[in-house]
T-cell receptor, first 115, second 115 residues
C-alpha cells in the first residue's frame, strides 16, 4: 500500500511565525506536490518537485517555499505566516514513469489555522 | 494552464439511485489523462476512476463509470446504486504527461447520499 503521511493533522500558528509542513512517501515516487484546498476553489498547486533538490512553482507559490533534500520527503515552508494562509494543505506523490497511470496518492492533509 | 470546470457545487441523490457528476475541461493537447477523485468527510482523497484520452472505451470501476466525450471535452462520472459511503467531495482532474505530471483540478462537487 502506498502511504503518504503528513506531520500534523491540525496546526495553529500565529501571524509572522515560520511554519514547516512535512510530507513523507514510502513508494519511491519521483514526483511530489503541495496543494492548498479552500472551499469553492478546489485544489490549487503551490509547488511541486520532480526529483531531489528540484522544485517548480505551481499556480500560487507566493508566500511559500519548499525543500526536497531526500527523495521521500517534501517540506512546505511558510516563511512568515499570515491569516490568509489559513487553509487545508494536501501533499501528494506520483511516479514519473507512468506507473499506475500517473495516479497521485494523497496524504491526510494538514488543517492550518493562522491567528 | 489547463482549466477544469465542475458546474455543480452540490448535489444530492437518494440511496440506491443513480447520479451523474459533470466535468468539462479545456485543452489543445491530444495525449492526456482524466481522473475522478473522492474526498469523504475528514478523510483522505482517493482515486475513483481514470481515463486515458487515447482510449475510446469509457472506463468503469464497479458502480462507477465515466462518459468521456473527447470532442466535447466532457468527462462525467456516473455513480449507480448510490450508497451512504459515496457521500463525499468529488474532484475532476486533468493531467498531461510532462516533467512533473502536474494535475489540474476542478472546484469539486459535494455529493450527499440521502437514506
Amino acid at each position: 500500500d502506498v502511504k503518504v503521511t503528513q506531520s500534523s493533522r491540525y496546526l495553529v500558528k500565529r501571524t509572522g511565525e515560520k511554519v514547516f509542513l512535512e510530507c513523507v512517501q514510502d513508494m519511491d515516487h519521483e514526483n511530489m506536490f503541495w496543494y492548498r484546498q479552500d472551499p469553492g476553489l478546489g485544489l490549487r498547486l503551490i509547488y511541486f518537485s520532480y526529483d531531489v533538490k528540484m522544485k517548480e512553482k505551481g499556480d500560487i507559490p507566493e508566500g511559500y517555499s519548499v525543500s526536497r533534500e531526500k527523495k521521500e520527503r517534501f517540506s512546505l515552508i511558510l516563511e512568515s505566516a499570515s491569516t490568509n494562509q489559513t487553509s487545508m494543505y494536501l501533499c501528494a506523490s506520483s511516479s514519473r514513469q507512468g506507473g499506475n497511470y500517473y495516479e497521485q496518492y494523497f496524504g491526510p492533509g494538514t488543517r492550518l489555522t493562522v491567528t | 494552464a489547463q482549466t477544469v470546470t465542475q458546474s455543480q457545487p452540490e448535489m444530492s441523490v437518494q440511496e440506491a439511485e443513480t447520479v451523474t457528476l459533470s466535468c468539462t475541461y479545456d485543452t489543445s493537447e491530444n495525449n492526456y489523462y482524466l481522473f475522478w477523485y473522492k474526498q469523504p468527510p475528514s478523510r483522505q482523497m482517493i482515486l475513483v476512476i481514470r481515463q486515458e484520452a487515447y482510449k475510446q472505451q469509457n472506463a468503469t470501476e464497479n458502480r462507477f463509470s465515466v462518459n468521456f466525450q473527447k470532442a466535447a471535452k466532457s468527462f462525467s462520472l456516473k455513480i449507480s446504486d448510490s450508497q451512504l459511503g459515496d457521500t463525499a467531495m468529488y474532484f475532476c482532474a486533468f493531467m498531461k504527461p510532462n516533467t512533473g505530471n502536474q494535475f489540474y483540478f476542478g472546484t469539486g462537487t459535494s455529493l450527499t447520499v440521502i437514506p
